[in-house]
């Protein structure tokens, strides 16, 4: 049987591809663990999916800590060691870091973004490729460092952009790719760490 490494989950919103990384861990040979997915939205519908299947789930709302982001930060880095993750999966997590919480867990969190980096960092990317003309999009995993969508590359997919695409479209038909590039990404830093120790 693989050796599971602990990870945790960080969602805003609906937890589409928190979902999938979820599937991913059932598999026996899937060498990761969900031991926790945390919010800064108590209201995140992804959290009564992670409950549903009896995993850990809670949310730190960050609008009691005001613009003071570092101590929403830091008591979300509280929960997140409490619960022994090693990794963390950013998987539509909607607020940007503080250097704080970035250099805490430094080489060991996780980004997917909807467009191929470093093409659209920031929002809108779906709607930022059509506008320029592009005939590819596609996601990326990435590392998590102070810049935003900064981090290095860890995988990428591509899909072509239809003439009859709208931002809508593009993003429904990307968002099944993302699922099995996640998993397939986490999957591969977790086994080249391993092999890097």
């Avoid at 059932?26 to 060498?31: F, K, M």
Wanted: glycine share 6%; with cysteine; hydrophobic share 40%.
């Amino acid at each position: 049987m693989t050796t599971k490494l602990p990870i945790a989950i960080l969602i805003s919103g609906r937890g589409s591809n928190m979902e999938a990384l979820l599937n991913a861990c059932d598999a026996p040979d899937y060498p990761a663990k969900v031991v926790t997915v945390l919010s800064n939205n108590p209201d995140a519908a992804g959290l009564d999916i992670a409950r549903a299947r009896n995993i850990p789930a809670h949310a730190i709302d960050h609008r009691p800590f005001g613009r003071d982001r570092e101590s929403h930060e830091r008591a979300m880095d509280k929960a997140l060691r409490h619960s022994g993750a090693r990794i963390i999966c950013l998987a539509g997590y909607m607020r940007v870091l503080t250097p704080f919480f970035v250099k805490a867990w430094s080489g060991r969190m996780l980004n997917i973004h909807p467009s191929l980096l470093p093409k659209y960092p920031g929002l809108h990317t779906h709607q930022r490729a059509l506008d320029a003309g592009d005939k590819m999009h596609g996601a990326t995993v990435h590392l998590v460092t102070s810049g935003v969508d900064e981090g290095p590359v860890i995988a990428q997919t591509r899909i072509d952009i239809r003439p009859e695409d709208t931002a809508e479209t593009l993003s429904k038909r990307l968002l099944t790719k993302e699922h099995a590039l996640y998993q397939d990404a986490l999957r591969q830093f977790i086994t080249d760490q391993a092999s890097a120790s």
